[in-house]
Structures are given as structure tokens and as C-alpha cells.
């Protein structure tokens, strides 16, 4: 039976407006878990203020996003296959994903120093806006992409991957 490519491309346009509803629906949870961050707070901890504890409010931000973008990965996780459904790959998995985002939190840190950032002064602020940077940046791409260097040197480099022999 022949497929009409009207058919096709009115099911690859259907595709691409729930992929962008999604997208949509996931930033407005992350907007929205980022509001909670700034009053939750307030009622279980005396004296909270974004401005005087502002450490404890990038952290709890930082934790709020995590868990926003790690709920929605598990809602909407693509098919694994029985390979990947074992324990063994996904702790394996899961250890590189947090090697990742640690390797990222340390590279955004030495960037912000080489950009004028107090180097001894304050280091715990310096490094948890670079805490904050990489949940912003790299918790999504870990979740969709996975510890994958190929998938993200595909995703993030210009022409994509090009392996020339």
C-alpha cells in the first residue's frame, strides 16, 4: 500500500509540535520549581532571605531544578532495551552522569576565576554559582543525552559528528 507524503509530513509536524509542548511544559516546571525555591524555603527555615542566606537559596535552587528535570526523565523516559534495563548498566550510568556534572561545576569554576572571580575569597559562592550554572546547563542534557560523548558532540557541535578516516 502506497504512503501518501502528505501523510508523512503531517505526522512529522504533529511530532515536532508535541516535542515543543513538551520542551515548553518542562521549562515552565523548571520556572516554576525555581518560584517554589524562593518561598518554600521561608516557611521551614527562620530568618530566610534570598539576599542574607543566598548560599542556602542557590543550593536549595539547585536541588529543586535537579529533581524537576530528573522526575520529568523518569515520566517521560524513552524505551530501554533489555541490555540498558539492567542494574548494573544504569549504576553505571548514573556514576558518569555525576562525574559529568561534577567535571562541569569544576570547568564553569575555572572559567568564572579566569573571567575576574575571586579566587580565595569566595570560593563557595564562585563555586556554587557554578553549582547553579551546571544544573541549568547540564542536568537536561544528561537526562536526555546520557553520559554520551558521541550524542553530544553530535547535538552541540556545528555540522554534527564527521569521523573522517
Same mark, same amino acid.
Given at each position: 500500500?502506497?504512503?501518501d507524503? +502528505?501523510?508523512?509530513?503531517t505526522? #512529522? %509536524?504533529?511530532m515536532?509540535d508535541?516535542?515543543i509542548?513538551?520542551l515548553?511544559?518542562t521549562?515552565?516546571?523548571?520556572?516554576?520549581s525555581?518560584?517554589?525555591?524562593?518561598?518554600?524555603p521561608?516557611? @521551614?527555615? #527562620? $530568618? @530566610?532571605?534570598?539576599? #542574607?542566606?543566598?548560599?542556602?537559596?542557590?543550593?536549595?535552587?539547585?536541588?529543586c531544578v535537579?529533581a524537576?528535570n530528573?522526575? =520529568?526523565? =523518569?515520566?517521560?523516559?524513552p524505551n &530501554?532495551s533489555s541490555r540498558r534495563s539492567?542494574?548494573?548498566?544504569k549504576?553505571?550510568? @548514573? =556514576?558518569?552522569?555525576c562525574i559529568y556534572? !561534577?567535571?562541569s561545576?569544576f570547568?564553569?569554576?575555572i572559567?568564572?576565576?579566569?573571567y575576574?572571580?575571586?579566587l580565595?575569597e569566595l570560593v563557595?559562592?564562585t563555586?556554587l554559582f &557554578?553549582? /547553579?550554572?551546571s544544573? @541549568? /546547563? /547540564?542536568?537536561?542534557? !544528561?537526562c =536526555?543525552? +546520557?553520559? %554520551?560523548?558521541k550524542a553530544?558532540l553530535?547535538?552541540?557541535s556545528r $555540522? +554534527?559528528?564527521q569521523?573522517?578516516?
Open positions: 500500500m502506497p504512503v507524503p +502528505g501523510q508523512i509530513a505526522q #512529522e %509536524n504533529t515536532k508535541t516535542d509542548k513538551r515548553l511544559y521549562h515552565l516546571l523548571c520556572i516554576f525555581i518560584i517554589l525555591s524562593i518561598f518554600i521561608s516557611l @521551614f527555615l #527562620e $530568618n @530566610f532571605s534570598i539576599l #542574607e542566606t543566598h548560599l542556602t537559596w542557590l543550593c536549595i535552587c539547585s536541588v535537579t524537576v530528573l522526575v =520529568l526523565y =523518569l515520566v517521560v523516559k &530501554a539492567s542494574l548494573s548498566y549504576v553505571t550510568r @548514573f =556514576l558518569k552522569c556534572f !561534577l567535571m561545576c570547568s564553569f569554576h572559567i568564572f576565576v579566569l575576574g572571580a575571586p580565595i563557595l559562592e563555586f &557554578a553549582v /547553579t550554572l544544573t @541549568f /546547563t /547540564t542536568v537536561p542534557c !544528561l =536526555l543525552l +546520557g553520559p %554520551n560523548i553530544w553530535r547535538v552541540f $555540522n +554534527g559528528l569521523i573522517v578516516p
